[in-house]
């Protein structure tokens, strides 16, 4: 039976103890730059992610303000055309109908040109 010697490491035994601390360590590192590397990313992806809803939500009103103005120019014209007909009555009809493209010209729902040709259809 060899004998084994007791004691301090042999140099041979030292260095394979250092390489594999070294080996442990190296190791350990990557895994924990991996890790932050991931957790940047997804940081990212959610920043672009939430970047992305705003500009859909964003889009969305866009559509609906313009939706809305197109609707109140439906209204102020569908308001306009009845006025002209009914012109013909009397002096005091005509009055009320020029105050009322006045209200509406004025509220901005009438342009300065649809509320110029509703008042010479009005008084023509």
């Known amino acids: 039976m060899p004998l084994r010697r007791m004691g301090r490491p042999g140099l041979i035994g030292m260095a394979a103890r250092t390489a594999v ?47 809305q103005q197109a609707a109140y120019q439906q209204q102020a014209a569908a308001q306009a055309a009845p006025a002209a007909p009914a012109a013909a009555g009397g002096g005091d009809d005509m009055m009320a109908q020029l105050q009322q493209l006045a209200t509406l010209h004025t509220q901005g729902v009438l342009s300065d040109e649809e509320f110029t040709a509703a008042k010479a259809k009005l008084l023509g």
């Open 21 to 67: 601390v070294a080996g442990t360590a190296t190791a350990v590192s990557g895994n924990v730059q991996r890790r932050q590397a991931q957790r940047e990313q997804d940081k990212y992806d959610q920043q672009a992610y939430e970047q992305q809803q705003q500009q859909e939500q964003m889009q969305q009103m866009a559509q609906q303000a313009a939706a």
